[in-house]
């Protein structure tokens, strides 16, 4: 009997949509589930027909695997993890290969690649995007942990992830130990952005001009024809114009409260680790955690003053601001998540390729669009691009959208529309292109409460002073603050 090229263990649906890939792809693939009777429900069902070869236990599995073993696990994330890669490593030798392709922490991904490793054997965390139907049709694939792994798997990976035009597969190496699942959590935290953004402008057309749903429907199309072209715009489109039985829209009787499964959450989190501005992303997880108060919402609306929604001003002209105002917003959600890749492989020490980064999410993940397209164009241009609002075109882009931007958020601001994403990206253009910032009062505060030093504009950086501000409070300083 042949022996399978991977095993695969979790048979939900992105477990099942993985194998069906890789089969049709001549890869041929065993699989395992600790509810047993779902792998005779999937050979009978989805795989009937195939070439997949089904297992009932894990001794079984790693019998039909040819070496060195590839085995992926499509698993919850956390505790179920770590019970599986204990239950392997008894059975497997030195060079198989363990790999999770769960939205795992990117911190237990480096503590188990450290443990799998002292095993002798090889590990890797990967980060897959595209839901569902990208797990069938081709996903993008951010495999990162075991350098040595990664020609083993490299094969299988790019031959069924999603391609762009070019062909080029949206997978590539990413990185020593958790890169891989970091490089995800950014991008689930850069798609936390973008759909805030979404939402805030649907918001404005809603309330701020009274658009009908059929009428934002024929905006997003246009919008997904030019610069915004995107998966997230293009579904938009779509649910605007999808109607309930009844004919109505049925966005409209959605309640308005959003949930969150973490790895936005778990970004905004690194982001204050490293010290990285992430505005965008924190003020989307933190707009999910507002919508959920539904009930004190619904009765401070009763309680509380403030300007009534609607604008005055032309439809056309407010929608043409609009566009130009996601825009300018989405190229500072991106240029926050590369900034905080940027620093966490610096802590880390990864070795990222940026470029190749915007090139595995063009195609396949739900952030897909063809902005990103000019991501990779800036790191082609310049591999050590500090900042992606240095690079010309996206320079230009910000300077032509700059005036509608400032207008679109002085407008919500004005009518009492909340749009937190929008005004934090505007909030953070407008600091970091500022030479000086209002810190040194705040540093002088600190000195003052609590001898925390400063440093002097007259004095070489890296000098530190304290001033006895009261005339009482003595020459004793506290540690040199973190800039």
């Known amino acids: 009997m042949k022996k399978a090229d991977i095993g695969l263990v979790g048979l939900a649906v992105m477990g099942q949509n993985l194998v069906l890939n890789m089969n049709d792809h001549s890869f041929t693939v065993a699989v395992y589930n600790r509810t047993v009777s779902k792998v005779g429900d999937f050979l009978s069902g989805g795989a009937k027909g195939t070439n997949v070869i089904g297992a009932r236990s894990i001794e079984e599995l790693v019998r039909l695997l040819a070496k060195p073993r590839r085995i992926m696990l499509m698993v919850k994330a956390g505790k179920p993890v770590d019970e599986f890669i204990e239950a392997l490593i008894p059975h497997l030798e ?87 699942h970091y490089v995800k959590m950014v991008h689930n935290g850069i798609e936390y952005g973008d759909m805030q953004l979404i939402c805030e402008a649907y918001h404005l057309m809603k309330e701020g001009l009274g658009l009908s749903a059929d009428e934002m429907h024929e905006v997003f ?29 049925i966005v409209d009787k959605i309640l308005d409260t959003a949930g969150q499964k973490g790895t936005g959450k778990w970004t ?20 999910r955690a507002l919508s959920a108060l539904k009930d004190e919402r619904v009765a401070a609306s009763q309680a509380l003053p403030g300007p009534g929604p609607k604008f005055s001003v032309d439809r056309k002209s407010f929608v043409a601001d609009l566009q130009e105002a996601v825009y300018a917003s989405k190229i500072i959600s991106y240029t926050q998540g590369y900034m905080l890749m940027r620093a966490a492989a610096k802590e880390y020490k990864w070795n990222l390729n940026y470029g190749g980064v915007a090139l595995m999410w063009r195609g396949g993940c739900i952030i897909r669009s063809a902005f990103l397209g000019k991501i990779k164009e800036a790191f082609d241009k310049d591999p050590n ?14 300077e032509g959208a700059q005036s509608a931007w400032r207008r679109v958020v002085a407008n919500a601001a004005e009518r009492g529309i909340p749009v937190p994403a929008m005004s934090s990206a505007l909030a953070f253009y407008d600091g970091y292109r500022r030479a000086w910032l209002p810190a040194n009062l705040l540093q002088a505060q600190r000195d003052y409460f609590g001898a925390h030093t400063y440093e002097r504009v007259d004095k070489p950086r890296g000098q530190f002073f304290h001033t006895n501000w009261t005339g009482h409070g003595g020459d004793v300083t506290s540690n040199p603050y973190q800039a």
Request: aromatic fraction near 6%; charged fraction near 20%; hydrophobic fraction near 35%.
């Open 268 to 287: 905004g989190i690194s982001a204050l680790e490293l010290g990285i501005p992430l505005t965008m992303v924190v003020e989307a997880v933190l707009g």
């Open 221 to 249: 199309s246009q919008w997904n024809t030019g610069k915004l072209d995107s998966y997230l715009i293009e579904i938009t489109r779509d649910i605007l114009g999808f109607k309930d039985r009844d004919g109505k829209p």
């Open 385 to 398: 691009l500090s900042n992606l609002l240095l690079d010309s075109y996206f320079r230009e882009q910000i």
């Open 94 to 180: 030195p060079g198989d290969i363990i790999i999770d392709g769960g939205n795992s922490n990117y911190q237990d991904t480096m503590r188990r690649a450290a443990l799998v490793e002292s095993k002798g054997l090889l590990y890797i965390g990967t980060g897959v995007s595209g839901g569902e139907e990208g797990a069938r049709r081709g996903p993008s694939i951010m495999p990162g942990g075991s350098p040595a792994a990664w020609p083993h798997v490299k094969p299988i990976f790019q031959a069924i992830a999603a391609k762009v035009a070019d062909g080029s597969p949206c997978c590539d190496w990413v990185g020593e130990n958790g890169a891989g």
